[in-house]
């Protein structure tokens, strides 16, 4: 277990660049925003309304909140430059007394660690204004419960999404030493056919009657408009998740041996 924390900490030390850069936007639009709304210069502006409590003309809110929602993208993009860095050092990893699976998932971990920290202080200035904007109101609002399903679904979905990216990164690792240039359009074909088949497995009677079961809300106490959740998608997509993980680690361990 030792050894595997060494490769988190050498993967954060690898990628630590992206971790600052995002904090220092984070930071960046912060300020912007607190300048816009000091400044008052639109009325009005990106307004929200939760239940008849209206938020007027928060642009911090609006723009913290939209960040809130980027970090979906955050693993995604720490693997596709974690990955790109070591992309012509593959068969150095041959030469690691860790398996294949445990290098790449010291590599998510890293990037989820980073990924919570961001995304913990992105919304903690969201909980601020929103907070501070209430005052009164917040134990009718419950914004914490709120908060927390809400961080668990940017974080799920943005492992989700980063488990598809190692895949196609794996693909076109494979084929780069065989096609050369033209894997990234064979990826993107690949990217493409994938989704349009996502779409019709999705909307299928028997997908639906798999997955549809143990239904919940999970902003049940907010008029955002989400639909209605089930036990059954996370299971089929937690064990799918592992499959795509499965298969990119056996094709870049086949990779890093030719």
Request: charged fraction near 10%; charge should be positive.
């Amino acid at each position: 277990m030792g050894s595997w924390f060494a490769l988190v900490r050498k993967e954060f030390l690898l990628t630590r660049l992206i971790f600052f850069a995002a904090l220092g936007f984070i930071f960046l639009v912060w300020v912007f925003s607190y300048v816009i709304d000091s400044l008052n210069t639109i009325d009005d502006a990106f307004t929200w309304e939760v239940n008849a409590h209206r938020f007027a003309g928060p642009a911090m809110l609006s723009l913290m909140t939209a960040g809130v929602i980027l970090h979906i993208l955050y693993m995604p993009v720490y693997l596709i430059i974690s990955m790109q860095k070591e992309a012509n050092t593959l068969q150095w990893w041959l030469h690691s007394p860790q398996p294949m699976w445990k290098l790449l998932t010291a590599k998510l971990t890293s990037g989820l660690f980073c990924m919570i920290c961001s995304l913990c202080i992105n919304a903690g200035i969201v909980l601020f204004v929103m907070f501070r904007s209430l005052r009164g109101e917040i134990a009718s609002l419950d914004l914490l419960p709120l908060a927390v399903r809400g961080g668990l679904f940017v974080v799920g979905m943005s492992v989700y999404f980063s488990l598809y990216i190692l895949l196609f990164v794996a693909i076109y690792l494979t084929l780069r030493g065989q096609i050369g240039k033209w894997s990234w359009l064979v990826v993107i074909g690949l990217f493409i056919l994938l989704n349009v088949a996502s779409e019709r497995i999705a909307g299928s009677g028997w997908f639906q009657a798999l997955t549809h079961w143990g239904g919940f809300a999970i902003f049940k106490d907010f008029s955002f408009g989400f639909p209605e959740a089930f036990f059954g998608t996370i299971v089929f997509h937690a064990i799918w998740g592992v499959v795509l993980f499965w298969v990119s680690t056996v094709l870049i361990e086949r990779r890093a041996e030719v």
